[in-house]
């Protein structure tokens, strides 16, 4: 009797996101072990991420080719929004489609600005910058919208601010630490008066007898819920009360797990997520279960992570949290790498779901307060939108973990694999398909007909929401060939224009010879 072809179904392709660190043939088929260009959509599908558009419409000549490195915004008390951006040692300002050189304004000898890897900040409508060996500036547009002074020519300065490497505005005022010289002292500003250092509110801490272990080095700051939370390399000291700096006291010390990249710390609105040597962490968390580093949200990748981690410039890498899209971004610049983690809904064990981006190449990243996500690029600032980058397609790929469809003893025979897709449009999605490990993929093509889709309207979320135009589910099929013990399957699309999202997998084998 001839043997029933058998039906494995994944009706959640992707969902769990990215999972290169356990055993593939251990993990449940909404794993993928490739999830590249992609995000985990609304809907807890795995789709295209989205592209990157321009912004200025032309080069300014002071940037040249040279890379945007950091970014910040400022919105004053009047609701207007001033982007503010750095690269080839100078400083510029968005002004509709231009990036416009700003100049120094302050009266005297012009600072030396010998890099552009500013930590911005905003207080009471001025946006300040600092930068470890470089004197602490301030754009602020009352005094000036097209130059720029150091915070030491603000009128009434008093005191003396630090030239502090990172930053940042927090209960109702700046603090700053990490300089060259003083890796250990915590600095702030009077309340809502970032020209008095001296007097008022203003004060330091020093953490010298607080760290543990013998001591420590301030690499980031961050605040939440009244807290202030200083991140060492090793450790994490946790003040509460910070809204009133002269009464604060220690909270809690986190030891073992620290920060190590200044410009990985990123804001939720309920939590601070940030890059230790064991990989992307929560800070709330991690207050919870103290040194317990397996518990984190990059444990389904934390060896590949680890490893770029490894060979990277700790100060290039970027973060950004972006409440539309809900996802925390992790560059590695180093590698064209971009980790993004879905934070919409977390995994069973607490880990977020991954994936990857390799041809965006953000070397900054900006998330202003109207959701839209800005990208540092060499000579052009750009929008994370639509489905080109910068009018190229990108390709799309996810691949499936390896599956004994079933029956360990057996090869399965491949009769066909279906595909259920939404979006899309006169295009062809490569069906993949490989055996027992060997990394040598089979692969044929299924065409995607002309459609219209529309990608705009409101979501649950409240967001802007793909295939709100009721874009068709097309139903795709391939005749594979060749048998095997282990299968893998893989999808990949050149997106152009259309989001393109894989809703369902349907692989139909037959049993064949049994060992």
């Not at 915004?73 to 300002?93: Q, R, V």
């Not at 030239?163 to 700053?176: D, E, H, M």
């Not at 992790?330 to 790498?337: A, D, E, G, I, V």
């Not at 066909?416 to 899309?424: D, H, T």
Request: hydrophobic share 35%.
């Amino acid at each position: 009797m001839a043997e029933q072809v058998q039906v494995y179904t994944i009706t959640a392709p992707g969902f769990y996101g990215l999972n290169t660190q356990d055993s593939s043939l251990d993990l449940s088929s909404g794993f993928a072990l490739i999830a590249n260009n992609c995000v985990i959509d609304q809907y807890g599908r795995v789709g295209a991420r989205k592209g990157w558009t321009k912004v200025n419409s032309s080069e300014n000549a002071d940037l040249s080719t040279n890379n945007i490195t950091s970014m910040g915004e400022l919105i004053t008390t009047d609701a207007t929004s001033y982007t503010i951006l750095a690269g080839n040692n100078k400083l510029f300002k968005l002004s509709g489609t231009s990036l416009v050189t700003l100049t120094y304004g302050g009266g005297g000898v012009a600072p030396t600005i010998s890099a552009s890897n500013w930590q911005m900040v905003s207080l009471a409508g001025a946006l300040y910058l600092f930068q470890s060996g470089h004197d602490p500036l301030v754009f602020d547009p009352s005094l000036s919208t097209t130059t720029y002074r150091r915070i030491s020519e603000l009128t009434g300065y008093g005191g003396t601010v630090q030239l502090g490497n990172t930053a940042i505005s927090a209960y109702g005022r700046i603090w700053t630490a990490d300089v060259s010289s003083d890796k250990v002292t915590v600095q702030w500003c009077d309340t809502k008066l970032a020209n008095k250092w001296g007097s008022g509110t203003a004060g330091t801490l020093d953490t010298t007898t607080v760290w543990p272990r013998g001591g420590d080095q301030i690499v980031a700051l961050g605040a939440h819920n009244g807290f202030l939370f200083i991140f060492g390399k090793n450790n994490i000291l946790v003040y509460q009360g910070a809204t009133t700096p002269s009464t604060m006291s220690l909270q809690d010390v986190i030891t073992g797990i620290g920060c190590i990249a200044r410009d990985s710390v990123a804001h939720t609105g309920t939590d601070l997520i940030f890059l230790s040597s064991t990989g992307v962490r929560s800070a709330l968390r991690t207050i919870q279960e103290k040194s317990m580093p397996l518990r984190d949200l990059s444990k389904n990748v934390r060896n590949d992570l680890i490893s770029y981690v490894g060979g990277e410039t700790l100060a290039n890498i970027k973060s950004v949290y972006n409440s539309k899209e809900a996802f925390y971004l992790l560059t590695l610049p180093t590698y064209n790498m971009v980790y993004c983690f879905d934070l919409k809904a977390m995994l069973q064990d607490g880990a977020a779901r991954v994936t990857t981006w390799d041809t965006i190449d953000p070397k900054s990243l900006l998330s202003k307060q109207d959701g839209t996500l800005y990208l540092g690029k060499a000579g052009y600032l750009a929008t994370y939108t639509g489905y080109n980058d910068d009018t190229s397609t990108y390709r799309f790929q996810y691949f499936t973990n390896n599956a004994d469809l079933g029956n360990p003893s057996a090869t399965s025979i491949l009769k066909k694999i279906r595909a259920v897709v939404i979006g899309g449009s006169n295009q062809y999605v490569v069906f993949k398909w490989g055996y027992d490990f060997t990394g040598n993929y089979h692969s044929e093509s299924a065409f995607i007909p002309s459609q219209t889709v529309a990608y705009y309207g409101v979501s649950e979320y409240n967001t802007t929401a793909e295939y709100s135009g009721g874009a068709a589910l097309q139903t795709l099929s391939v005749y594979p060939t060749g048998s095997g013990k282990i299968v893998q399957t893989g999808y990949e699309a050149d997106i152009n224009v259309y989001p393109l999202s894989i809703q369902k997998l349907e692989i139909f084998a037959k049993e064949g010879k049994i060992y």
